[in-house]
């Protein structure tokens, strides 16, 4: 008697988590893939191929990065390899040794930006969360300058940030911070508004 071969078990998307699954269907349809098997298929080729695993800290930060560029994963992704490949060449094939940033360092300009950059990060969140107008916050030299004061409160390893730093920081991401601020229709304003009419419903 022959023995009945053991079917490999079914693998379904319903456990995963809903986010998740929505932005699968959602990519389903978008790129017209006739099979939610075919795009599983695609998906794993893509992964096989560049083998790139995030832990959380990294998914995270690649999340504000997102968030903050209104750049799709996939122009980030494109951006970063083609820089890196221009490096190569410009270096004349010698390996690039990547150095990690320590944003602590009192003497690092790179430190420094990033530092302003988690911050304006955090008030973009804070925004997006916020379920009342006048609980959001215009982001200007002013109000990131205060944030930072906040922050050292609350911890003394939490590093000043001085106006420089933060005026070059407002320039150089104009455009990203004018978009988040559109969003909600935030105008320069906004802040004395918000403050007034904290005023005016505290006095009621």
């Known amino acids: 008697m022959s023995k009945i071969k053991k079917q490999p078990p079914q693998l379904s998307i319903n456990p995963v988590d809903e986010r998740i699954k929505v ?5 389903q349809k978008e790129h017209n893939i006739t099979s939610k098997n ?4 695609m998906i794993w080729d893509n992964f096989k191929y560049s083998q790139v695993l995030f832990n959380d800290e990294e998914k995270q930060l690649i999340e504000q990065a997102l968030k903050m560029s209104n750049l799709s994963i996939e122009q980030l992704k494109k ?8 490096n190569i ?9 990547q150095k990690e940033v320590d944003r602590n360092s009192r003497t690092s300009t790179k430190a420094a930006d990033l530092r302003v950059a988690d911050i304006v990060a955090e008030m973009m969140l804070h925004n997006d969360q916020a379920e009342q107008w006048y609980k959001r916050k ?7 300058g205060e944030y930072a004061k906040d922050r ?4 003394m390893s939490n590093l000043s940030l001085n106006t420089g730093v933060i005026k070059r920081y407002l320039e150089n991401y104009q455009e990203v911070i004018a978009k988040h601020h559109a969003k909600y229709d935030m105008q320069e304003d906004h802040n004395r508004k918000v403050f007034n009419f904290i005023r005016i419903k505290n006095n009621q």
């Open 79 to 86: 951006q970063a390899i083609l820089r890196t490949a221009r």
């Open 138 to 144: 215009f982001i200007n030299q002013k109000t990131i």
């Open 152 to 155: 050292k409160q609350q911890s």
């Open 38 to 41: 075919k795009l599983l298929e």
């Open 23 to 27: 932005e699968f269907l959602q990519y």
């Open 89 to 97: 060449i410009a270096n004349k094939g010698k390996a690039i040794v």
